[in-house]
């Protein structure tokens, strides 16, 4: 030990516990402060950083970017003031201290400022998710150029006619899908089948209408032709649910021009030989083969399926089926 060894005091100790020890206790925020930015081993200078106070030197030390990162990261989490942790989270340049600012930033304008200049997908998203004003969520939902914002922002909206107007107009299929999963109107999802931008949210529109009168609307009325096919298509669907007649049901499975009808009278057979038919037709739609297998409940024909069969999509969804049997 040298002889200034002596005249150091003791969070300045090469002995690292011993500089722990002299931190703990009651000190002053200048001596806590000092300690933070003059202790020699950074294990210590975030010991007494994490015992600080003062927001503004707390800032200020989590801007040192010579700063190791420990003594950095408690700076930071002992930032509570809405500005300073605006400053770290949008000027920083380290991702991961970037990410804790954010955890603490709650002001919701600072939120909202951050999000339209922010670059990063990610932080962005984290920042929409902790976004709770409901007019901030509804223009960054409709007007944001990020395809990402706008799709993290529409999950929390609940404004029906705000969903509806996204679900039929924005360019990005992404949104208009997450919008449409909060509408259950038989009317607003009519509206939106019948005057949406783009066939994939009519569909879905469609496929969410259950009230036959609407998508008799829809088939009659609508100006584009998939979305009254469509709807014709899952009048008939509806229809086929509510058969109990099996004759007619193994019409529809054997000969319906129609896939998804077919696969909605095959969900409905009970007949364990007709359904081994189906399943054995060469030129059916995979769709309604598998539907056909997971209708079957003769272990024996499946087992038979499994081992035997030379097309690997059957014979492995008979293995899957024979599983849910056990």
């Not at 086929?240 to 019409?251: A, C, H, N, P």
């Not at 995979?286 to 409940?297: H, R």
Request: aromatic share 8%; net charge negative.
């Amino acid at each position: 030990m040298g002889l200034f060894d002596f005249l150091k005091p003791e969070w300045a100790s090469p002995d690292v516990e011993k500089a722990l020890m002299a931190v703990q206790g009651f000190m002053s925020e200048t001596k806590k402060e000092r300690i933070a930015r003059k202790a020699p081993h950074y294990k210590v200078r975030a010991a007494a950083v994490k015992r600080m106070s003062n927001q503004i030197a707390l800032a200020d030390i989590a801007k040192k970017s010579y700063e190791h990162y420990t003594v950095r990261e408690a700076a930071i989490e002992g930032l509570f003031n809405q500005n300073l942790l605006y400053d770290c989270v949008r000027y920083e340049t380290n991702v991961e201290l970037r990410e804790k600012a954010l955890k603490g930033l709650t002001e919701q304008s600072l939120l909202y400022d951050f999000i339209i200049n922010e670059k990063s997908v990610e932080l962005r998203g984290k920042a929409v998710k902790k976004l709770k004003d409901e007019n901030a969520l509804i223009y960054l939902a409709k007007k944001s150029e990020y395809e990402d914002v706008r799709y993290e922002a529409v999950k929390k909206v609940y404004d029906l006619s705000m969903l509806a107007d996204i679900a039929m107009n924005d360019v990005a299929k992404s949104v208009r899908l997450e919008a449409l999963k909060g509408i259950y109107s038989q009317q607003l999802l009519t509206v939106i089948a019948m005057k949406g931008l783009y066939e994939d949210v009519r569909y879905e529109a469609i496929e969410k209408i259950t009230d036959q009168s609407w998508l008799a609307v829809i088939a009659k009325e609508c100006v584009y032709e998939d979305s009254r096919y469509n709807a014709v298509i899952k009048i008939r669907r509806e229809e086929v649910k509510m058969l109990t007649d099996q004759s007619v049901l193994v019409d529809i499975a054997k000969n319906d021009a129609e896939v998804t009808v077919r696969v909605e009278a095959v969900k409905k057979l009970t007949d364990q030989g007709v359904l081994a038919e189906i399943i054995k037709k060469k030129d059916e739609a995979y769709l309604v083969i598998w539907n056909a297998i997971n209708a079957l409940t003769d272990k024996e024909l499946l087992t038979d399926m499994a081992e035997n069969e030379e097309e690997l999509l059957i014979s492995g969804a008979a293995v899957e089926r024979l599983k849910e049997l056990e």
